[in-house]
């Protein structure tokens, strides 16, 4: 029994440590939009994504244009013909857990820092200062990472071009909102606390149950004495 104990307590470890997260945005990388090799397109509308404000309209997905993507073969330049808002709801997340935010930032090339900039925001709130640079050859792509907590009901994460509204501006990629996993000692710890429960000697655990069932005894018998 022992044995069998342990050795499901490092299966549960071994699983922990090569389990990847999972990504709770939809189309996080902006892949869902057809846009051949070499092209772009301002489309109305995108899987998971929501237009939130202008005065720039849909969304430009880029395909290997004015700098190649940071993850699969699209981005996003996030001002379109004018700066544009855009963002993702969720109505799943869990009130008051802390998530794990991350994407990809690059201003557009051969561009000044004062069109590229661009804002991140957690159900309104501006989370960072404005991300700008002045941009060189090709995409030069930073990640940038946050721990949000999520309010109840609806989350709304949201990007915004903020920098000269002329159609060229900072460009997005590969935004991912995850679990926020335990520390890797943290984890060991929890770990080895259950294996060790579990692996108790048989006379301490009967002596815990009888703990158990005398104060249980002692309860029922007080409440009957107070009928």
């Known amino acids: 029994m022992k044995r069998t104990l342990s050795l499901v307590a490092l299966l549960a470890a071994t699983a922990f440590a090569h389990a990847g997260p999972v990504n709770l945005l939809a189309n996080g990388s902006f892949e869902s939009t057809i846009v051949a090799n070499g092209s772009w397109t301002n489309t109305s509308s995108i899987a998971g994504w929501a237009w939130l404000a202008g005065p720039g309209t849909g969304f ?34 869990s009130a008051g857990a802390a998530y794990d935010l991350s994407f990809w930032y690059s201003p557009r090339e051969f561009q000044a820092a004062s069109t590229n900039g ?52 900072g460009n997005l990629d590969n935004v991912s909102l995850v679990n926020r996993v335990p520390e890797p000692g943290t984890l060991a710890l929890t770990l080895a606390a259950l294996a060790a429960v579990f692996t108790l000697p048989g006379r301490l655990r009967r002596h815990a149950e009888q703990r158990r069932a005398t104060a249980l005894a002692s309860t029922l018998a007080r409440d009957n004495g107070q009928a």
Not at 119 to 127: A, D, E, K, R, S
Not at 132 to 144: D, E, I, Q, V
């Open 118 to 169: 661009i804002q991140v925001y957690w159900n309104g709130l501006l989370l960072d200062a404005t991300l700008t640079g002045l941009g060189g050859n090709g995409n030069a792509w930073t990640r940038h990472q946050y721990q949000v907590v999520a309010q109840s009901g609806t989350n709304l994460l949201s990007f915004s071009s903020v920098g000269s509204s002329d159609s060229v501006g």
């Open 60 to 93: 430009e997905v880029r395909n290997n244009v004015a700098g190649a993507a940071q993850d699969g073969s699209n981005y996003l330049e996030l001002d379109t013909n004018g700066n544009t808002t855009i963002g993702q709801y969720m109505s799943s997340l």
